[in-house]
């Protein structure tokens, strides 16, 4: 019949329209109750009313079951909060006695990080126009040691160039300190000044054994820099020429469903650094020219080594070339006198203000996106943790640990939105076979 015919498919369509109905409103409890139960996830457990009171005496809750039910539900929280953050410092108090007495081989290798990233992008560019990679890795690697000692060797000239002009002009400025002390506004006589000569001539003499155990604590000083150079520089050669290698054996120790967010995280978190160093040093160099200019025009001399040891020290940001650069200003002082040592100064803290202001915004401030609070926190931990290596590789070591957790938690999200995603793809796919139409 023609009426059982149109009969079916509209008495179809409204079981469905009921059907999803029926489905929207009972997704729509389900979502409220999800609210609420959200809502008070956190509520302390419910407190008891009082019992009402019979015959005018009341009736006292009992004694609680476990001491456990008479802490307070704030103090429970506490005390979960606060045990684990103990395990937390615990295993990094372990971590960092772990590293202080391996410091030699952890500042090493860290320092063959920092030079490697240095050196990666020659190692890449001169694998793009042919070179081999092992051939590639051996010229940029004896190109930098041949920078290095030809560095080393030119300061080693300019200071010994002009030893004796320094020599005589400290000697003057010497004397020109003792005129100072005897005529100036102290008024000390000869006879004080030889006395305070006199006793730290003896005071020299007693603690001479000191003195000798220094010399031997500077000997070991010595050895175990040369060791550390030498563990740094066969491990940056090895990592400019098998870093892909390495960093694949590594992402293999992690568990297989951690390795492809720390797959992302890798190479990330070495563009970080490479942009880091390759920053640090751009300032440097600025720094110590800009100083280095300034000391040559105020006649101080050896004002090239200065700029060399000032270039060193701006590896440590925002401080590191203000400290060293106190260098120039004592031999300003001692040689040229205090009018030349404070112009010394001066340019000190106008290159400082340059750097703090403008080179680290513009060079550093977009690759390390590292506040400055944080930049002086960690360089101040580091350098109080492991002295000048620490201060060193504090802020990279923070940049990079940055990087990495801002990828893995963008990750995180991702993946959620993604699962989420899939499972409703799941749910509307089945839905779509259950309210098929029948088969006419």
């Known amino acids: 019949m023609p009426g059982e015919q149109h009969s079916g498919p509209v008495a179809w369509g409204a079981s469905l329209l009921s059907r999803i109905a029926s489905r929207l409103e009972h997704r729509r409890r389900e979502v409220e ?9 956190n509520d302390p457990p419910p407190v008891p009313a009082l019992p009402a009171v019979e015959n005018g005496l009341s009736h006292y809750p009992a004694r609680p079951s476990s001491p456990t039910e008479a802490v307070p539900w704030s103090l429970r929280v506490t005390a979960e909060l606060m045990w684990r953050l103990l395990i937390v410092g615990a295993g990094v108090y372990v971590l960092f006695r772990v590293v202080q007495t391996l410091r030699i081989v952890a500042f090493a290798f860290i320092a063959a990080l920092l030079i490697s990233a240095l050196l990666q992008p020659t190692v890449a560019w001169l694998r793009r126009h042919g070179v081999p990679r092992g051939l590639a890795a051996a010229m940029t690697f004896i190109g930098g040691l041949i920078g290095i000692g ?16 320094v020599t005589g002009k400290v000697q003057n400025g010497i004397s020109q300190i003792r005129t100072w002390l005897t005529h100036g ?14 006793q730290l001539s003896k005071a020299i003499g007693t603690n001479s054994d000191q003195i000798t155990s220094f010399g031997f604590s500077t000997v070991g000083i010595v050895i175990e820099i040369l060791t550390g150079v030498f563990l740094a520089a066969f491990c940056t050669f090895f990592l400019i020429y098998d870093g892909e290698r390495i960093w694949g054996w590594l992402l293999r120790l992690f568990p297989p469903s951690a390795r492809r967010g720390m797959a ?3 190479p990330r978190a070495w563009s970080t650094l490479t942009a880091y160093v390759r920053g640090t040093v751009l300032v440097a160099f600025i720094d110590s020219a800009s100083i280095g200019i300034g000391i040559y025009l105020l006649g101080v001399p050896l004002a090239l080594p200065i700029s060399v040891l000032i270039f060193l020290g701006a590896f440590v940001p925002l401080v590191g070339a ?33 750097e703090g202001h403008l080179l680290q915004p513009l060079i550093l401030g977009r690759a390390v996106r590292v506040h400055p609070i944080a930049v002086v926190l960690s360089v101040t931990i580091g350098s109080v943790i492991g002295g000048i290596g620490g201060a060193v590789v504090a802020v990279p070591l923070v ?5 990495t957790v801002g990828y893995l938690k963008t990750r995180q999200h991702v993946d959620e939105d993604v699962r989420a995603a899939l499972i409703a793809a799941e749910a509307d796919a089945a839905a779509g076979v259950h309210d098929q139409p029948p088969q006419t």
């Open 33 to 41: 109750a999800d609210v609420k139960v959200a809502e008070h996830r």
């Open 322 to 354: 203000l400290v060293t650069g106190t260098v120039a200003v004592l031999i300003g002082l001692v040689t040229n006198g205090v009018f030349t040592a404070a112009m010394v100064l001066a340019v000190l803290l106008a290159v400082q203000q340059i």
């Open 185 to 198: 506004p102290m008024h000390l006589t000869d006879k004080q000044i030889n006395e305070f000569a006199g």
């Open 264 to 266: 992302g995280a890798g």
């Open 150 to 165: 030809l560095v080393g060797w030119f300061v080693g000239w300019q200071v010994t160039t002009n030893l004796n002009e």
């Open 399 to 403: 940049a990079v640990t940055n990087t």
